[in-house]
C-alpha cells in the first residue's frame, strides 16, 4: 500500500505533551518528514530522518517511527504550534513520495 | 540563503495547459532534486512528481503520468511544471520544493494558485 493514514483532528492544552501519528507500510523501510502548515502559509520542515530538526525548528518538535508507525511529538505545545501537520515518506517502490491525509492540531 | 520564488496566479480554461515556474536561489540548483506538490482549497498535500535539475530526469506520480511534464533550465536556476487538459479540479496551490536533505523537502515557493473556470 502507498497510503499514509493520519487522524483529522488532535487537541492539547497549552504545555503539554501531545503524539501527532501516521501509519502506512511504506514507513516500515522510510523515515516520515513532518511538515507544520499554517492558514495561508506554504508547508514548513519540522521533522526529518532518524529525528533531526532543521535550524530554528523548536527542540520542542520530535519526530520517531516504529514499524508502520511515525509520529511527531510536541513536548509543551505552544499556542503557535497550532497548525496543520502533514507526514510524508517515500512509497513502497521507493520511487514516489506520498502524503498523509494531514492531521489538524488544536492549542487549547 | 536558500529560496525558491514562483510565478504569479494563472486562470485557465477547462482543457487548457498551465505552466508555472520555480526559481532557485541561494544554493545549487543542480545538486538538489525539486518536487511539485499541490493542494486543492481545504485540502490535503499532493505530491505530483520530481525533476533532477542536473541530468533532467523525471519521475512522475501515477495519477499525473501522461498530463504531466516537468523541465528545468540550468542557465537561469529555473524549474517548470506543465500541466496539460486542465479539469476543474485541477484548482489548486500549486508548490515546488527543493530537497536539499534526503527525503525531505527543505524548502518550498510559496505557491502558484491555479483557477480553471470556463
Known amino acids: 500500500s502507498s497510503e499514509l493514514t493520519q487522524d483529522p483532528a488532535v487537541s492539547v492544552a497549552l504545555g503539554q505533551t501531545v503524539r501527532i501519528t501516521c501509519r502506512g507500510d511504506s514507513l516500515r523501510s522510510n523515515y516520515a518528514t513532518w511538515y507544520q502548515q499554517k492558514p495561508g502559509q506554504a508547508p514548513v520542515l519540522v521533522s526529518y530522518g532518524k529525528d533531526n530538526r532543521p535550524s530554528g525548528v523548536p527542540d520542542r518538535f520530535s519526530g520517531s517511527n516504529s514499524g508502520n508507525t511515525a509520529s511527531l511529538t510536541i513536548t509543551g505545545a505552544q499556542a503557535e504550534d497550532e497548525a496543520d501537520y502533514y507526514c510524508n515518506s517515500r512509497d513502497s517502490s521507493g520511487h514516489h513520495w506520498v502524503f498523509g491525509g494531514g492531521t489538524k492540531l488544536t492549542v487549547l | 540563503q536558500a529560496q525558491l520564488v514562483q510565478s504569479g496566479a494563472e486562470m485557465k480554461k477547462p482543457g487548457a495547459s498551465v505552466k508555472v515556474s520555480c526559481k532557485a536561489s541561494?544554493?545549487?540548483?543542480?545538486?538538489?532534486?525539486m518536487h511539485w506538490v499541490r493542494q486543492a482549497p481545504g485540502q490535503g498535500l499532493e505530491w505530483m512528481g520530481w525533476?533532477?535539475?542536473?541530468?533532467?530526469?523525471?519521475k512522475y506520480a501515477p495519477k499525473f503520468q501522461g498530463r504531466v511534464t516537468m523541465t528545468r533550465d540550468t542557465s537561469i536556476s529555473t524549474a517548470y511544471l506543465d500541466l496539460n487538459s486542465l479539469r476543474s479540479d485541477d484548482m489548486a496551490i500549486y508548490y515546488c520544493a527543493g530537497e536539499l536533505h534526503n527525503n525531505a523537502f527543505d524548502i518550498w515557493g510559496q505557491g502558484t494558485v491555479v483557477t480553471v473556470s470556463s
Open positions: 525533476i533532477n535539475p542536473h541530468s533532467g530526469v523525471t
Open positions: 541561494g544554493y545549487t540548483f543542480t545538486g538538489y532534486y
